[in-house]
C-alpha cells in the first residue's frame, strides 16, 4: 500500500478540512480517505495497520543493535521510533524514550496520533526529558534494564550540544558497548542535512545524515530513513 503522506500527516489535513468547511472530523476522515483511494478512513485505518513499517524494522533487530531513523523535519521520524517502541512493548518489552526535546504531554499526543492508548503500556514504557540527557546518563538510568529493552535517544545531535558533554564519538562508541554488553537496542532519532535533495534521489542515505561534529557511522548496525511516505531499510 502506498499512501500519498504518512497517515498521520492524512490525519493533520483532515483535522484542516473539517475547521475550514466546517463538517464533522468523521467526513474529512473519509473524504482524505477516498483521495487516496479507499471507500473510508476506517478501511485505510485497517490497511495501514496491516503493514506497519515498525514491525518490519523490529523484525530485524537483535539484542546489542545500535540503530538510526533519520530523515527531514516533519517526515515521521519520531512517531517511527514510537512505532517502533509499541511493537517491542506488544512483544513484552520495556521501552524508554530519552528526548531532548519534548515534554510527555506531547509525547502522548504522539501515541494518540499513531493510534494508541498510552495506558496501555503504563508499566512498560518510561518518558526521560532531563536537560542532563548524554551517554553517561543513558547508561546509568538503562544500568538495570532487563535484556531486549529498546530505548529511543531523541535526538543524535544534540548530545553532544553542550560544551562540558564528551565528543559525540566517545558518547556513542560507549552506548554500543553498553548496548552490546546489556542485550539492549538503542534506537537514535536522527536529523538529516539540509543539502538532501529528494528530485535527486527518493529518500536519504547514511551520507546525508548531519554531522555537525565528527561521528564513524559505522558504529551503527542499523539505518531507517524516511521521506514523504516512503521508508527504506539499511544496513550500516
Not at 111 to 129: K, L, M, S, T
Request: aromatic share 8%; net charge neutral; glycine share 6%.
Amino acid at each position: 500500500m502506498r499512501l500519498s503522506a504518512p497517515v498521520y500527516h492524512l490525519k493533520r489535513r483532515a483535522r484542516l478540512l473539517s475547521r475550514r468547511e466546517n463538517v464533522p472530523l468523521h467526513t474529512a476522515l473519509d473524504r482524505i480517505a477516498g483521495e487516496e483511494g479507499f471507500g473510508s478512513w476506517s478501511l485505510l485505518a485497517a490497511k495501514a495497520a496491516e503493514v506497519k513499517p515498525a514491525g518490519t524494522l523490529l523484525a530485524r533487530l537483535l539484542p546489542g543493535d545500535m540503530v538510526l531513523v533519520a530523515a527531514r523535519p516533519g517526515q515521521g521520524k519520531t512517531l517511527m521510533s514510537l512505532e517502533l517502541a509499541v511493537a517491542a512493548m506488544k512483544q513484552g518489552s520495556r521501552a524508554v524514550f530519552f528526548t531532548l526535546e519534548y515534554m510527555h504531554a506531547d509525547i502522548l499526543d504522539r501515541f494518540r496520533d499513531i493510534g494508541i492508548d498510552p495506558a496501555a503500556f503504563d508499566h512498560q514504557f518510561e518518558f526521560d526529558n532531563s536537560d542532563a540527557i548524554n551517554a553517561d546518563y543513558v547508561i546509568e538510568t538503562l544500568r538495570s534494564a532487563p535484556r531486549g529493552t529498546l530505548a529511543v535517544i531523541d535526538y543524535l545531535q544534540l548530545l553532544d550540544q553542550k560544551r562540558e558533554n564528551p565528543e559525540l564519538m566517545v558518547q556513542i562508541r560507549a552506548l554500543k558497548s553498553f548496548a552490546r554488553e546489556r542485550g539492549l537496542v538503542l534506537v537514535f532519532i536522527s536529523q538529516v542535512d539540509r543539502s538532501f535533495d529528494s528530485s535527486g534521489k527518493p529518500v536519504p542515505d547514511i551520507g546525508d545524515i548531519r554531522l555537525p561534529n565528527p561521528l564513524d557511522l559505522s558504529l551503527f548496525d542499523k539505518a531507517c530513513f524516511l521521506n514523504k511516505g516512503e521508508i527504506r531499510f539499511h544496513a550500516t
